[in-house]
């Protein structure tokens, strides 16, 4: 019933642009804050960014700053990631996820948080 779906993956060169859409099923984004995540080969999964409900508040982690935005229609239900300037060590898997309000008023970068995950979109930022 619940459901949180990523697109908008693929391949793209080093300084290319991608939007990863989060779309939601089940419920609104009314009651959550939305986080995007990544996990590399090897890697630990990380936060990215994150959108508070509460007054629409930003987090970005240190090496997307300036590069990345997140956006999130309301109408559409759905949480965007535009990401610009693209590098190699961006590519990762990136999921969406969500947070509810009750647990804490702005949004934050750790895991645990997070209760509802999508399942995924690769991307790969390779020449």
């Known amino acids: 019933q619940v459901q949180l779906v990523e697109s908008g993956g693929g391949l793209v060169q080093p300084g290319g642009s991608l939007r990863l859409s989060c779309a939601a099923s089940g419920f609104t984004f009314d009651y959550y804050h939305v986080g995007w995540f990544r996990q590399a080969p090897g890697k630990e999964r990380e936060g990215v960014s994150c959108?508070?409900?509460?007054?629409?508040?930003?987090y970005y982690t240190d090496s997307v700053k300036g590069r990345f935005t997140i956006s999130k229609d309301n109408t559409k239900n759905t949480v965007y990631l535009q990401m610009n300037s693209l590098k190699p060590e961006d590519t990762a898997v990136y999921y969406c996820?969500?947070?509810?309000?009750?647990?804490?008023?702005?949004?934050?970068?750790?895991?645990?948080?997070?209760?509802?995950w999508g399942r995924g979109t690769q991307v790969t930022v390779s020449s």
């Open positions: 959108i508070s409900v509460s007054d629409g508040s930003t």
């Open positions: 996820a969500t947070s509810p309000i009750y647990m804490r008023k702005y949004c934050s970068s750790i895991l645990s948080e997070y209760d509802y």
